[in-house]
């Protein structure tokens, strides 16, 4: 018996393709009789084929976006080599299912060939192996095709039209938040932004709206091998300005305070070989010199504190219950979804609320780089905008009852990444904080990865709550000696994901930079991150993202 893919079928598809995929994903009807497949923004499935078969074709390839198994580096091997395309999905399909299988339909858990699956770690592995003489036997008929000429093409499109996005002057903030939400709902007085109107605030609910993106670009051509431990000074001036990569740091070893002799080990990821390179790094905690500034006043912090008021209190809401309030469309989706396939569903399908006390601590990380010297907008740095929104957040924040500490870092190679604690989570926000930050001053380089990870340690070990976010201010330029290009963004993108996979949810933010979509993607990759003008403009943009990356995380530990 066939299935007639209706709309209100088409639309719990597509639900489940934007949780799976952990962005927004439309379902749409293909041809009949005709395989599916996805250009990137929807998934097209037979109209004619059996309800599991549809199934089945969602979790596929919303997995494989998931999984960056459709990158464009990827996706233009591809091009013009079916053979290849049809070999690299028998094998890229079932690994990036088994990476998924946590958010899987139970249904679907004998989908994925997990033999087949653990032969490859990544993307590029599964190329590999597709590209080999080996026998290879066919992809299951549920996982459609992987029709690489559209998806290049598609790919091309969102860059463009990303490109120009990216150079509105003042509709930079606005054209985020339309991108999050299509319908340009103002969530100043909605705590619910992600919410449908009968509930939904969980594992599905909380990817029907795009995620903000944009980004910085970072114009750097790079030098050396990936992970050298050699220092490059390559430079581009005219497109990063004088203090990229200068070697000269304003904020040197010698002239920071305090500089601790000892350090912690971090890994970092090369993502050339598809491994870690094993207590890489070295971190250590640095205090600054003291300058004699007078204290700034914070204003613009009230305006922050609005949109943030509810994140961490109000009515708290239990999933999955057998009574309650309200709907929890997450729930309801996966029953329908078991009963399509012939499965008995869970009853307890509702949500129930109740009161909490704030229960969030947020650390707050800026980079000091020497690229954030560069001129932004209103003719201030970038170091300046991005020092105003820290202090309108730390600030906020605080007043709201959170648990909150700011730490800025640069770096000198591997072994010298500096951690400077501006608040630690049990100082008192006084002038001294303030004049802390504003002896603050943009040198030296940017070894992202290892300062998210050393970040990500102090939020478990000293964060105090059950609810943790990671927020990072920064221009989007990772790069330090031997840590150049692309092997930075992955480590970086690396890091990140490594936090949401503890539970801690991530937020990144640049302020008052240029924008160059592509790249800023590649550094923060899925996470909750936005592009504004200046730091006015914060106060239009915390609160949907904060939202989303504290749910984000919510989910993870539920799964995990």
């Not at 002239?255 to 971190?283: F, I, M, N, Q, S």
């Not at 980079?367 to 906020?396: F, Y």
């Not at 990444?417 to 002896?439: E, T, W, Y």
């Not at 003008?533 to 749910?551: I, N």
Request: hydrophobic share 40%; charged share 25%.
């Amino acid at each position: 018996m066939t299935a007639d893919v209706d709309s209100d079928r088409l639309q719990l598809l597509g639900m489940l393709a934007s949780a799976l995929a952990g962005r927004a994903l439309a379902v749409a009807a293909g041809g009949a009789g005709e395989p599916s497949w996805t250009d990137g923004q929807t998934v097209f499935v037979d109209p004619s084929a059996l309800t599991r078969t549809n199934l089945e074709s969602v979790a596929v390839h919303a997995s494989m976006l998931a999984a960056d198994s459709l990158t464009p580096d990827v996706v233009d091997r591809l091009t013009r080599h079916p053979k290849l395309a049809k070999r690299y999905l028998a094998v890229e399909g079932h690994r990036a299912l088994v990476a998924n299988a946590d958010l899987l339909p139970g249904v679907l858990d004998s989908l994925a060939d997990r033999e087949l699956a653990g032969r490859s770690d990544s993307a590029q592995s599964s190329l590999t192996i597709a590209t080999a003489k080996g026998e290879l036997a066919d992809a299951p008929p549920g996982f459609g095709v992987i029709r690489a000429k559209k998806l290049a093409a598609a790919i091309k499109r969102a860059e463009t039209d990303d490109t120009k996005a990216g150079h509105v002057a003042r509709k930079e903030a606005k054209g985020e938040l339309e991108e999050l939400d299509e319908d340009a709902v103002d969530d100043s007085d909605d705590p619910d932004l992600f919410s449908s109107p009968v509930g939904g605030g969980g594992f599905i609910g909380k990817w029907l709206k795009k995620m903000l993106s944009s980004a910085r670009k970072t114009g750097s051509d790079g030098g050396g091998p990936p992970g050298a431990d050699t220092p490059t000074h390559r430079t581009n001036s005219a497109n990063r300005g004088a203090y990229a990569v200068s070697s000269t740091a304003s904020m040197s070893a010698e002239d920071a305070g305090d500089v601790k002799t000892d350090g912690l080990k971090y890994p970092e990821w090369d993502a050339a070989r598809g491994a870690y390179r094993p207590d890489w790094c070295t971190v250590r905690e640095v205090d600054p010199k003291i300058k004699p500034f007078a204290t700034q006043a914070i204003e613009s912090a009230v305006g922050v504190r609005r949109p943030l008021a509810r994140l961490g209190m109000g009515l708290h809401r239990r999933h999955r219950q057998p009574q309650g309030d309200d709907i929890d469309i997450d729930a309801a989706v996966e029953a329908r979804v078991e009963v399509m396939a012939g499965s008995v569903p869970d009853e307890a399908v509702y949500l129930d609320s109740l009161r909490r006390r704030r229960d969030l601590s947020v650390l707050l990380l800026l980079d000091i780089s020497g690229s954030t010297a560069e001129p932004g907008t209103l003719g201030r740095t970038v170091h300046q905008q991005q020092r105003t929104a820290v202090a309108n957040l730390a600030v906020a924040l605080h007043d709201l009852g959170d648990r909150v500490s700011l730490y800025a870092y640069y770096s000198q190679g591997r072994s010298a990444v500096s951690m400077v604690p501006v608040k630690r989570f049990d100082d008192h926000l006084d002038a001294g904080i303030f004049r802390r930050l504003n002896s603050l001053e943009p040198g030296a380089y940017s070894r992202l990865g290892a300062a998210i990870r050393h970040g990500s340690a102090v939020l478990e070990r000293r964060g105090g709550t059950s609810r943790r976010l990671l927020v990072v201010l920064s221009d989007g330029l990772a790069y330090d000696h031997g840590y150049e290009r692309d092997y930075g963004a992955a480590d970086s993108r690396r890091a990140l994901n490594e936090a949401r996979r503890r539970g801690i949810g991530c937020v990144c933010l640049t302020v008052g930079a240029g924008t160059d979509v592509r790249s800023l993607k590649k550094v923060f990759g899925s996470s909750a991150h936005a592009t504004i003008g200046r730091p006015e403009q914060l106060a239009g943009v915390v609160g949907p993202l904060f939202r989303s990356a504290v749910r984000a995380a919510e989910v993870r530990r539920r799964v995990s």
